[in-house]
């Protein structure tokens, strides 16, 4: 079955950096894209980036254009979110997903928490 394990959450100051990774397993990982999303409390989920999946175009939400960096390594069967620059408003729970067959998968999550 589909399964989705982010990692690398945590506590972090103003300006600093984290890269989040997402282990996937149970699909052809490569042959397909990959998104992180990110959901505030109080908040709906949004769409923070997106990776098509040879890597070749990525998009990003204008909110972290210039600040995160979405990346994959298709022989691993992950994907990276780095995040540098982060703000007190960067702070959510951390979400990867894959449509597959047309069916959304998401992962359980990883929480980040930018605060000084």
């Known amino acids: 079955q589909v399964q989705l394990v982010e990692s690398g959450g945590g506590l972090v100051q103003p300006g600093g950096s984290l890269r989040l990774s997402c282990a996937a397993s149970?699909?052809?990982?490569?042959?397909?894209?990959m998104n992180w999303h990110r959901q505030a409390p109080g908040k709906e989920r949004e769409l923070v980036a997106a990776?098509?999946?040879?890597?070749?175009?990525?998009n990003y939400a204008d909110s972290v254009k210039g600040r995160f960096t979405i990346s994959r390594d298709n022989a691993k069967n992950t994907v990276y979110l780095q995040m540098n620059s982060l703000k007190p408003e960067d702070t959510a729970v951390y979400y990867c997903?894959?449509?597959?067959?047309?069916?959304?998968?998401w992962g359980q999550g990883t929480q980040v928490t930018v605060s000084s």
């Open positions: 990776i098509t999946n040879a890597g070749g175009s990525t």
């Open positions: 997903k894959a449509r597959v067959f047309m069916f959304d998968y």
């Open positions: 149970g699909f052809a990982f490569s042959s397909y894209a």
